[in-house]
C-alpha cells in the first residue's frame, strides 16, 4: 500500500471515529443521525481504498464454526494463528471497518445491515480470532451479534454469541495473557499507538461488558442464579478497573440486592445495598468521561428517581427481613412462640460465625478505602434476623427512613402505583413490628397508625382505573380494623367487668372491618352485582379469608339484644356456608385455606344448634 493512501486512510478512519462518537442530540432535530451517517460514508471510503477481499481473506463459515450451519464460531480455535504478512492484515483492517460499519447500521436502527457487517467482520478475522492483533476485535463483534440478537428476543442465539466471547477470552488470557491490541489501533503508526496499560484495561472492559450482557440474558432465560453470579462479577469488576459511573452502578447493586433477599441472603443483599449508597455517594465528586451515559450528566429529577428506588430497595430489605423472622417465630395462629425464639437465639452464635467466615469474602465490592466506607454503613445494618421488639425496631426504624427518602420522589401526584406501593409498604413495617411487641395498647396503636396512612389513598383513588389496587388496600384496612378489635377483645377479657366504652369500641371496630370487607368482596361482582360463581385465582383466597372474617365479625358483635344475636348467628352461618359449599364445587379452593375451612365446617355444625337454643329461649321469654 502507497505512503499516501496509508495517510489518507488513517485520517479518514479517525474522522470516522470521531463523529461516531458525536451524542445524538448534537445532531439537528430533523436529522438525528446526521453524524452517523456522515461516518458511515468514511467508512465505505476507507473500505474502498483497502479494496476488495480475497477469496481467500472472506474465508467462508465451515459446518462446525457457528450455529450449525451459522456464523460464529462455538467452538474454541485449537491453535493461535498470528496475522502476519499483507494479505492477513488487510483482512484484518478490513475487519474492523465491517465492524464500525456494523455498530454504525446498528445505531441508525438498521438491524439487518449491522448483523450483514458484523458476521463478515467474523469471517474476516476467524482463522486469526485468537491472535494478539484481533482478539479482542472478535470478541466485541460477538458481543455486538449477540445484543442485536437479544433485542430481536432471539436469546438462544445471543447467549451462544456472548458465551463464546466469554470461552475465547478466557483461552486468550489463558494460553497468551498479554494485553491485545485494541480495534482502534490498526490504522495507527507505531508511535501513537496505545501503552500496554491502556490495551489491558479497555480489554477488561469489553470483557466486563460481555459479562454484563450474559447477565441480562440468563435473566431473560429466567435463569436467576446464573444472571445473578455475572451481574456481581460484573459490578466487582467495574469497581476493581474503575470503570463505571456511579448511578448506574449503584442502581444496579441494589436491583442485585432484590434477588438477593428473595434468596433469603441478607449479608449479601446488605453488602449490595450498603455499596449502592457509597458508590451513589459519589456522584458529582468525580469527573465525567466520555463514556459518560447523557442522563447521568445534570439532571437533578433523575438523580432523585434513582435515590428513591434505592430507598426502596432498602424498604424491602428491611421489611423482608423482619417477616422473614415473624415466620420463623410465629405459632399456628400467628402469634409469638416464645420457645422457638428460645431456640433461634441458641442457634444464632453458630449463625453468626458460619455467616462471616465463609461468605463475606465471596460478595465483597471493593478494596482499600472504598472496602472501608461500605463495611462502615454496613456495620450499622443488621442482617441476621431480629429476635426481639427491640432489635425488630432498630430495622423498622431503618426501614421508616428510607420510606420517607422514596416519597420525597415517589409522591402521589405523578408516581400513584408507585406511592401507594411504598406506603403500604410502610404499613406493612408497623405491621410486622406489632407481631414483636408484647403490651397489646401498643400494638392496637400500630394498627390504627396503619389505617391512618390507608385509608386517605382510598378516597383519592379511582376505582375504575385502580381496581386491583384499591382491592388490596380495602382487604389490608379491613385486617387492620380486624386485629385491633381482637386486641380489644383480649383486653377486654381480662377485665372483670369491661365498661360501655370498652364495648363500644369493640363493636365499632367490628363495624369498620366488616365495611372494608365488603368493600372488597362487592368489587369482586359483575356490573349487574352478582357474586361471580367461580372466583379467579389471582383473589380466590384473600376473597375466602374475607368471607371467613366476615363469618366470624358477626359472630363477635356484643348486643345486649337476642333477636339481633340471633340475625347476627345467621350472617355469620351463611358466610361460614359459602365456604363450605364451594370447597365442594372447586376442591382447589380447599388448598387455599385448609385451616379456615375446617373451622367453617365446624361452625356449620355447631351454630344451628346456638340458634336453636336462642329461638327457644326467646319463646320462654
Known sequence: MASVPRVEIREKFQAALALSRVELHKNPEKEPYKSKYSARALLEEVKALLGPATEDEDERPQAEDGLGEGDHALGLPTEVVEAEGPVAQRAVRLAVIEFHLGVNHIDTEELSAGEEHLVKCLRLLRRYRLSHDCISLYIQAQNNLGILWSEREEIETAQAYLESSEALYNQYMKEIGSPPLDPTEHFLPEEEKLTEQERSKRFEKVYTHNLYYLAQVYQHMEMFEKAAHYCHSTLK??????????????????????????????????????????????????????????????????????????????????????????????????????????????????????????????????????????????????YLRPLDFEEARELFLLGQHYVFEAKEFFQFDGYVTDHIEVVQDHSSLFKVLAFFETDMERRCKMHKRRIAMLEPLIVDLNPQYYLLVNRQIQFEIAHAYYDMMDLKVAIADKLRDPDSHIVKKINNLNKSALKYYQLFLDSLRDPNKVFPEHIGEDVLRPAMLAKFRVARLYGKIITTDPKKELENLATSLEHYTFIVDYCERHPEAAQEIEVELELSKEMVSLLPTKMERFRTKMALT
Open 237 to 382: 469488576r467495574q469497581l476493581e478497573h474503575n470503570a463505571y459511573h456511579p448511578m448506574e452502578w449503584a442502581i444496579n447493586a441494589a436491583t442485585l440486592s432484590q434477588f438477593y433477599i428473595n434468596k433469603l441472603c441478607f449479608m449479601e443483599a446488605r453488602h449490595c445495598l450498603s455499596a449502592a449508597n457509597v458508590i451513589f455517594g459519589q456522584i458529582g465528586k468525580i469527573p465525567a468521561t466520555e463514556d459518560t451515559p447523557e442522563t447521568e450528566g445534570d439532571v437533578p429529577e433523575l438523580y432523585h428517581q434513582r435515590k428513591g428506588e434505592i430507598a426502596r430497595c432498602w424498604i424491602k430489605y428491611c421489611l423482608t427481613l423482619m417477616q422473614n423472622a415473624q415466620l420463623s417465630m410465629q405459632d399456628n395462629i400467628g402469634e409469638l412462640d416464645l420457645d422457638k425464639q428460645s431456640e433461634l437465639r441458641a442457634l444464632r452464635k453458630k449463625e453468626l460465625d458460619e455467616e462471616e467466615n465463609i461468605r463475606k469474602k465471596a460478595v465483597q465490592f471493593g478494596t482499600g478505602e472504598l472496602c472501608d466506607a461500605i463495611s462502615a454503613v454496613e456495620e450499622k445494618v443488621r
